[in-house]
């Protein structure tokens, strides 16, 4: 059973889904960690400049290829949803398709999917991840978020929230208080669902109370991995208890499956192992698939077993850079009556 304000029929729309989230592209690459430091990439995780992407990526071209495809949460989740037969809408903020290569491909990949695209287009470079393996197994990631910082309140469509039954926000937007709050005041006044994922555990601890605060304000889609529950609140079962009953609260466990919150419900929803060569991407995309089947009037349980499916299909590859047909089977099992 799902709360008044979720039963509200999500196939009348003429989409399903308005993700809001930034404009990302994720590039992939190999290199010891001898290059790395003198590069001075030496964290696990940081941010960087454009100008130092830039000039990082080119070196890393050098020595050898390197894997690009259309990043950020809520874009992958789009991505995904689109490739499932969703018809999904993305807005955010890009570099100009005309002239930045990365900001070309972005585009290029979400229509690619079947998505409408709303973005903003700036003068600052296409926001990129790279994402560095090295030969002993472990990950270096940079961030040069770019032309996504640039999207804000004023920059949100407000009819694109009628045409619309579910939102997706990225839990990387939260810092971004005018944008969070306009969002989620048109998501309630319109009955509209919300769904978010925190992102990272850094978001979790960092907007606890705030998103204690939106739970508490309207009922949504929390997801989350265990790191952020952890970060959010402590354990999957307190995270859902700081969410609060109505608040569906998902909670990625890798290969030991899905944990689902709702109300005195909790469903643990198994999943088949597999190796994480590559795991970038592959919430996102359970994330999109539990959205599709949700919308669908599918069970929780249901939602879950297929998003554990569709992440599956991610783990391995770059990022979320799959065909349809990789997907063909997922979607018409979605669409099947």
Known sequence: ????????????????????????????????????????????????????????????????????????GAANLAKIAGLLGLSPIFTGSSGIEAKDPYAALFAGELRGAGLVLKLKETEESQGRCLVVKTPDGKTRIAASPGASLAFDAADLDENLF????????????????????????????????????????????????????????????????????????????????????????VVKRAEKGVLVFYRDEKINVPTEAAALSDPTGAGDAFAAAFLAAFIRGRSLEECAALGNRCAGRIIGIPGTNISAGKLEDLKAELFRQ
Do not use: W
């Open 1 to 72: 059973m799902i709360c008044a304000t979720m039963k509200k029929s999500m196939m009348t729309e003429k989409h399903e889904l308005l993700c809001i989230g930034n404009a990302m592209v994720d590039v992939f690459a190999e290199a010891d960690e001898a290059f790395l430091d003198s590069a001075g990439l030496t964290g696990m995780v940081q941010h960087i400049s454009g100008k130092k992407m830039d000039a990082l990526l080119e070196a890393l071209e050098k020595n050898g290829s390197l894997k690009k495809t259309s990043g950020g």
């Open 162 to 249: 009628e045409t619309v039954s579910l939102i997706v926000l990225d839990g990387y937007m939260l810092g971004r208080d005018a944008l969070v709050r306009r969002v989620m005041e048109l998501a309630r006044s319109g009955s509209k669902t919300l769904a978010l994922d925190l992102g990272a555990p850094f978001q979790a601890r960092s907007f606890g109370e705030e998103i204690r605060s939106f739970c508490a304000e309207q009922p949504l889609i929390l997801f989350m991995n265990e790191e952020e529950a952890a970060a959010f609140a402590g354990s999957p079962e307190e995270a859902a208890g700081a969410a609060g009953g109505d608040t569906v609260t």
